[in-house]
């Protein structure tokens, strides 16, 4: 057995073992931030400026404190939504925090995503030196399917490739437009099947926001 197919045999399988590693493996902890000490500045006497009030909009402040979670299937081209929904919900709502996530697929389909390389190099593999492969699975005679490919090596190979590029793209969607505010879920395309419209989550985000400044005004009346 040569070296070309030595690297057709253990290159899927390398692959294989690197992407469950990086899987179960937990991330690296952040670095830690380097402060930059600067010299004590002189203190600055401040002055009291008599500007009018300025009045707040209809929605002015109430965004402060408040985190609004978009999380998004990235591979099925939702940024684009999720980052007009971002700039909508910033000038709507002044002070508000919104974060922008990816939304993974289950984990049996994560998993299942990592085998279609080694799907897809092993049919490689197999056009490319099913002769020698064979018979070291036991196999003395290779099956008529085999020389069907070989028979067209390059359209099989493509063909190969094509659809473990179709398939893993399936398994790594979610398809999920999921908002959250404070932790509380307000849209999800899961449960609705369609995107939020910018009125429609525009109204729903104010009316979490509303029911959590009149809960805390009732709290601090009570207490």
Known sequence: MDRAQLLLLGLPLFLFV???FSLFTPPPPKAPSHHHHHP?????????LDFPLQKNSAFGGIGYGS????????????????VTMKKMLETQF???DVILDNYPPPLPKRLLSKLVPVFQFGVIGIIMAGEQIFPMVGIMTPPPWYYSLRANRFGSIATAWLLGNVMQSFLQSSGAFEVYRNGELVFSKLKEGRFP????LKDLVSKTLANSRVTDNLGAMSS
Not at 41 to 48: L, N, Q
Not at 67 to 82: D, E, H, K, L, Q
Not at 197 to 200: L, T, V
Request: proline share 9%; hydrophobic share 25%; glycine share 8%.
């Open 18 to 20: 690197t992407d469950l």
């Open 40 to 48: 004590p500045k002189r203190p600055i006497k401040s002055e009291t």
């Open 67 to 82: 985190t609004v979670n978009i999380n998004f299937c990235a591979s099925c081209s939702y940024r684009g939504t999720a």
């Open 94 to 96: 002044p002070g508000i």
């Open 197 to 200: 419209g910018e009125i429609e």
